[in-house]
């Protein structure tokens, strides 16, 4: 690095991060790393892997993927060499991974990581162009429902462990796609009706409706057959005991196949305990063209919940296109940012304290006219905490001022008050800092050799 | 995504990773975290604040500040927009961050993530185009030398932490650049000799010498010079006591300014404990042109070491340059890479078991001839340790056979073995696997209800 000459240069410089990204400082870091550590723990409990790629591959591993939203895609500039884009999402990744490596026939995987879409940004919306996605995927060939079933268990066991309360919708991609063909869609209609049906959380049944014979130019009245079947929901056990009900829908072979799936599926969530959290919903569609299976999406159980905060579904043919082997996969992707949301709000002292040190303790050092600062005292008590695995500040000046040092101290839970005469008989002062600042009362004298353990004792209460 | 018709698109798609970048997988990500989690636990404590920057910034931001290796920046494509490019290390993001919040006046903050540089990759001796830096930076006016101190005390922790045996080079920029001048190299020929001195490390002294009078045109007395001084290193009381002794060294200005911080900072030391750690090394130099005062190199004090795992300096003109504020940093960059190369040789057992699950327990069905597989009992009794923060696994077979199942629980420490009898008993049978998959003994009966507890008591042994 030169410095030199280059001021001017830089000084002119645009200060600001890209559009569509930004900083993340301090606790809103915190909350991030709380919500990592929280579903990785989950994650490893269920055997999962870590895996971890690079931010960009081969531009080829990319090409069609994503459809018309290719053109969100970033690539890197030619700079002699192979042809690179950051990568869009974890999935393909993955499957390229998998493609890559075929002693693997069989992984539970997980992988936390930052993805990149060149999509019209909404910072206060939390819409960004570089963003995290947390995603864990079974891949490999087992008997039918047994990793799907634990998908949901992961799921519940994560939400437990963030301290929300969610309800997981349930729908099959086979059941869904046989209700259409009963009803008299057109085959090559499926994917589009799909979408608009996929649009039933958010707006009225007329409205979805009309997409579908206005726009999509449907018949009137099979839009209404497919009202009838996608308006219900229930429990796992109300739905099957409905559609064994409907002798059309049940002639149909796919959804003879998806009811199968569903009945084995619900034993193997009862004997996992999470039944209670399923809302088996056959208005969800999911958007990606790949699943082939059983498809969720995960909701907050709250007023002015901020959509899902968790979907994903079986897709046994992604792999295959690589055309190195066929691996069957059932995934989920956590949405970060919506998690984060919700738990930044209950954290309603942080915009004040983002930028907050999380000290335990802070040292003061007090004195009259001949005083010297004590620094060299306060860095000896400092080595003392670090070493006994407590955060540890004090003023980084010689002779600090004591109003300076008790401002500093008012965001930390102890302070430890140097003086003179104390230090002369090994003693010093430990006082704990209420939450307005105000200190409760003159501290307690502890020996120098005892603040460790004293301190400990204070933090725990 | 659409996945119909670029299936053999896609299957033509050279299948790797981007020339010098790798996947990383299992075990290796558990040592990164392992490094990750206990070098984060040392800057937390000592109040750093973390921070995540995007992976790319505006062009302009990086323009002009790593000279000659600016060739080596990742841009991305110009799609239409602002051109960006990929980050080249962390501490120019951070001096962007600082220049444009200039609210904040003091930060320590650190920050853990992957930099991209377009080198020739060497990826068996671990250097690669895509790898992390971890840095810890202490920005803000302070009285001298005390940050210093606690970036060298943060040193000291994070090694012990990793349980790495090491030794701190020192040395002072001012006192370097003055002996070249008190030894008569013209001011011009600073850098170019400094760095030529920097690789006394590597390369005997002779070759060194003959670098600076044949290459870079130095008078051979004045390399003599330089090599009395700079051949000299020790306890920073010797060097001290040495300095003091060289009048002609002393009555320059620059040395006499490093040579007081100097002696502050080893009083600082000396209250911190970390004095017995540091080598005062007149030969360590650093190649960044950026440094201006105190500088350091960790080692490992082990035969066959990889070169420094951490190193840093003071650089106060930095964030100046972007025009928006004036503030002094100090901070240091450890080697992740080289740490893990460390850790990983520790591990022996980790190359066969990489891909390793990490389980505690594997549920074994076993029964005679109808036996039905047991599964939603091998799901309940999974169910009930997850619960209990207890990783277990099973077969993911309605029907597995018994010896696959004692296949599958040989890396897993403790197999729990389900037979009808004892279910109906309302027991299972415990059995720790051994090392070398042979089970001790025929296991313990235990009643399902105590599962947890005597998991638990098994695991802790």
């Not at 269920?46 to 931010?55: A, E, I, K, R």
């Not at 991974?97 to 990581?113: E, G, P, S, V």
């Not at 799936?261 to 305990?273: F, G, H, K, P």
Request: hydrophobic share 40%; proline share 3%; with cysteine.
């Amino acid at each position: 690095m030169t410095t030199k000459g280059n001021a001017m240069a830089s000084a002119s410089a645009q200060l600001k991060t890209p559009k569509g990204t930004r900083d993340w400082v301090g606790q809103e870091l915190r909350i991030r790393d709380h919500i990592f550590s929280t579903v990785s723990d989950v994650f490893r409990l269920h055997g999962g892997v870590p895996l971890d790629t690079p931010v960009f591959e081969l531009r080829d591993v990319l090409a069609g993927k994503y459809g018309e939203d290719a053109r969100l895609i970033y690539n890197l500039e030619d700079q002699g060499g192979e042809l690179c884009s950051l990568r869009y999402d974890l999935t393909v990744p993955f499957a390229r991974f998998l493609a890559t490596r075929t002693d693997i026939k069989q992984i539970k995987r997980y992988q936390i990581a930052k993805v990149y879409r060149r999509d019209q940004p909404a910072i206060s919306r939390g819409r960004l162009r570089e963003f995290y996605q947390c995603d864990f995927d079974v891949a490999g060939v087992y008997d039918p429902m047994i990793p799907d079933a634990e998908i949901l268990r992961v799921l519940v066991e994560a939400f437990r462990g963030l301290d929300m309360n969610i309800t997981i919708k349930l729908n099959h991609r086979r059941i869904l796609d046989g209700l259409f063909a009963v009803s008299g869609v057109p085959s090559d209609k499926t994917r589009p009706i799909s979408s608009a049906v996929d649009k039933l959380d958010k707006a009225p049944w007329e409205e979805v409706k009309r997409e579908m014979v206005e726009e999509k130019g449907l018949d009137a009245a099979v839009a209404d057959r497919i009202g009838a079947y996608v308006q219900r929901r229930g429990t796992m056990g109300e739905m099957l005991a409905y559609l064994a009900s409907q002798p059309e829908a049940m002639a149909n072979e796919e959804i003879q196949a998806g009811v199968k799936d569903m009945q084995l599926l619900m034993s193997y969530l009862e004997a996992m305990d999470v039944l209670d959290k399923i809302s088996f919903d056959l208005s969800l569609a999911r958007g990606l063209d790949y699943y082939t299976g059983l498809i969720y999406e995960v909701i907050v159980n709250e007023p002015n919940q901020v959509g899902s905060v968790a979907a994903g579904g079986r897709y046994d043919n992604l792999v295959g296109m690589y055309g190195k082997q066929q691996i069957p996969c059932i995934g989920v992707s956590f949405g970060i940012d919506r998690i984060f949301t919700i738990l930044e709000k209950r954290q309603k002292r942080m915009a004040a304290s983002n930028l907050r040190r999380n000290a335990d303790v802070y040292i003061i050092a007090a004195g009259g006219k001949e005083f010297d600062g004590l620094l060299l005292q306060r860095m000896a008590i400092a080595r003392q905490l670090w070493d006994g695995g407590i955060q540890a500040e004090y003023a980084a000046k010689v002779k600090p001022k004591l109003q300076t040092q008790f401002n500093a101290s008012k965001d930390v839970p102890i302070a430890i008050i140097l003086g003179q005469d104390e230090l002369d008989a090994g003693q010093v002062r430990l006082k704990e800092i209420k939450e307005d600042g105000e200190e409760k009362d003159r501290g307690l004298l502890v020996s120098k050799d005892d603040i460790v353990e004293e301190v400990k004792k204070l933090l725990s209460r």
